[in-house]
């Protein structure tokens, strides 16, 4: 019991989707009996992912930076001893996960990047990151074929959710864009299940 308290409770509740998917929990009408449907572990996925992401931007970065002036972030937060940034925790996640689970991969990613590698790679995420921005209440989904793999493909809107996101995108000196206003689409989250 010690250690289960320590443990991130989005992992738990991934734990748990991977479980069901792997063992043939929920099915969803697909017909074959057995498993999760992609696109439903995309969307709990991403329900864990967009209120640990909010969360953290909110009722940390946001508080202990902008309001309170305790602490700031950074982008070298280790060597300036300073809070990560909002995306940096997300890669951080998203990294981890990697290492524990082959069953999905998740990323933050944006027409307008301050860091390169987040920037879209295949034609899905271009389409993906162009329609979420055009639409942000509607996630877009589809297939894709990567290697000698089929993947289903989710992609869900990044809203700026505080102030401290919109300062920092605005301000960076990296930044392609600089007119970013609160709750406007930062770029997507992007969600990948294997379909084999």
């Keep these: 019991m010690r250690i289960l308290h320590r443990i991130c409770p989005c992992l738990i509740a991934t734990a748990v989707l991977v479980g069901l998917a792997g063992c043939g929990g929920s099915s969803t009408g697909s017909g074959d009996g057995g498993g999760i449907d992609p696109q439903v572990m995309a969307d709990a996925l991403h329900a864990i992912m967009e209120a640990d992401r909010t969360v953290y931007a909110e009722r940390v970065v946001n508080r202990l930076q902008d309001e309170e002036q305790v602490i700031q972030a950074s982008e070298h ?25 082959d069953a999905f991969t998740y990323a933050l990613l944006s027409a307008w990047p301050i860091n390169s590698s987040n920037a879209p790679r295949t034609p899905m995420e271009t389409e993906g990151l162009e329609a979420v921005a055009a639409d942000p209440a509607t996630p877009y989904y589809g297939t894709e074929t990567l290697g000698d793999r089929d993947y289903f493909t989710a992609v869900y809107a990044d809203v700026a959710v505080s102030q401290a996101c919109v300062t920092c995108h605005n301000n960076h000196l990296d930044s392609p864009r600089t007119d970013f206003e609160l709750n406007d689409v930062m770029g997507g989250i992007v969600i990948r299940i294997p379909l084999d």
């Design 77 to 101: 937060w280790q060597d300036e001893q300073a809070l990560p940034l909002p995306a940096q925790m997300f890669r951080m996640g998203a990294e981890l996960a990697a290492e524990m689970t």
